[in-house]
């Protein structure tokens, strides 16, 4: 079975025209090409099932781009998602008009923010929106606003919280959102505790609704005033100003009340990062008897850099203590607990109370000093 003979000829001219990318609309059987000047359109004429003759449309496409008359190779659908595509062929992606060689271009390490143009005029998509704007290049180019708002538009119709958290830090990243955008995510966050954790994951220093400083924090801010080069004196100061309190009050509330598992485990790799100064030799997998252990033995051997602190802040052993904790959170921590058990929801907490307990305790240890 050949093309007819009119939509043969439509397509060899639009290609012969170099058109940036193509997309073909099932639906109404149509054939669009976008160029420097604008779109081409090309109205198919089938003369068998429409299944059968965009697959033709394709095999047409696929032997022109990339010399092989078989369509998008399904071979290559396995790799491509992992970004593994070489970057000199990316440009080739778009012109197959298919959604998976789009999905390609979206995961590759050479994706430019021109590319994602094109590639958001091919299919625009949630899922692929996110994926672009893990790239540098798309992030701080023209496209990065453009992904951001779609993105916050769609984010009411996203049903499962692991989107929801990764949509609201993707989009929370600077310079992607103005003012107005994060104020109403904030408000919406109040009722949705995945929103917050996107929140824990890429503004931590921003949270909203933050409070006055505390009476503690202007007496370390006095007492470390000489210890700008101390990262754990540092640590303790932004751990107890009014972004820190913002921070610890939403990581809180995430985990008196999280939906999934993976809620609760990026919310651990959240904390570790944040208190990493405290375990400068890198991440553990510890339980949670293994972390309170190594924070006993931490405070009775101190590293010099807390023992300067220390002198200077009468009663805040219990404060690094915890901080010490924190910073080795890690899947390993509710392990005990879960196994490998899926449970999620209200099963899940109970599951996980033995730890939740003590380890919420430790949160609320460094409030207000």
């Not at 009722?191 to 409070?211: E, M, W």
């Not at 599951?351 to 380890?359: A, I, N, R, S, W």
Request: charged content about 20%.
């Amino acid at each position: 079975m050949t093309l007819a003979s009119q939509d043969a000829l439509r397509i060899n001219v639009l290609l012969a025209n170099k058109p940036q990318a193509i997309r073909i609309h099932e639906s109404s059987m149509t054939l669009y090409g976008l160029s420097e000047k604008g779109e081409l359109k090309v109205e198919l004429n089938p003369d068998c099932r429409d299944e059968q003759y965009i697959k033709k449309v394709k095999e047409m496409l696929s032997g022109y781009v990339l010399g092989s008359p078989g369509g998008y190779p399904v071979y290559l659908q396995r790799w491509t998602r992992m970004g593994q595509m070489r970057d000199d062929h990316l440009e080739q992606l778009l012109l197959l008009g298919e959604p998976e060689a789009v999905i390609a271009l979206a995961c590759a390490s050479g994706l430019s923010d021109e590319l994602a143009r094109r590639a958001w005029w091919v299919q625009e998509d949630a899922e692929n929106a996110r994926r672009m704007l893990i790239s540098d290049a798309v992030r701080q180019g023209s496209m990065g606003a453009v992904l951001a708002a779609y993105l916050v538009e769609y984010l009411p119709f996203e049903s499962e919280p692991e989107q929801m958290m990764m949509t609201v830090a993707l989009v929370l990243q600077p310079g992607l959102i103005d003012a107005g955008m994060k104020a109403g995510l904030w408000k919406k966050s109040q009722r949705k505790n995945p929103y917050l954790v996107g929140f824990l994951s890429s503004c931590a220093d921003s949270i909203p609704d933050q409070q006055s400083p505390s009476p503690y924090f202007s007496q370390l801010q006095s007492a470390l005033d000489n210890e700008y080069e101390n990262a754990v004196a540092q640590l303790l100061l932004r751990v107890m100003s009014p972004a820190g309190e913002a921070f610890l009050a939403t990581a809180i509330k995430v985990l008196n009340k999280p939906t999934t598992q993976e809620m609760v485990t990026t919310t651990l790799d959240v904390l570790a990062d944040y208190f990493s100064a405290m375990r400068p030799h890198g991440r553990v997998d510890d339980t949670l008897d293994d972390l309170e252990q190594d924070a006993d033995g931490h405070m009775k051997n101190s590293p010099t850099d807390v023992q300067a602190v220390m002198r200077k802040c009468a009663g805040c052993e219990q404060l690094f203590y915890s901080m010490r904790l924190l910073s080795g959170m890690s899947y390993g921590v509710i392990r005990p607990c879960l196994g490998d058990s899926t449970a999620i929801g209200s099963l899940m907490r109970r599951k996980l109370e033995p730890v939740m307990t003590p380890l919420l305790q430790h949160i609320k240890n460094l409030q207000h000093g």
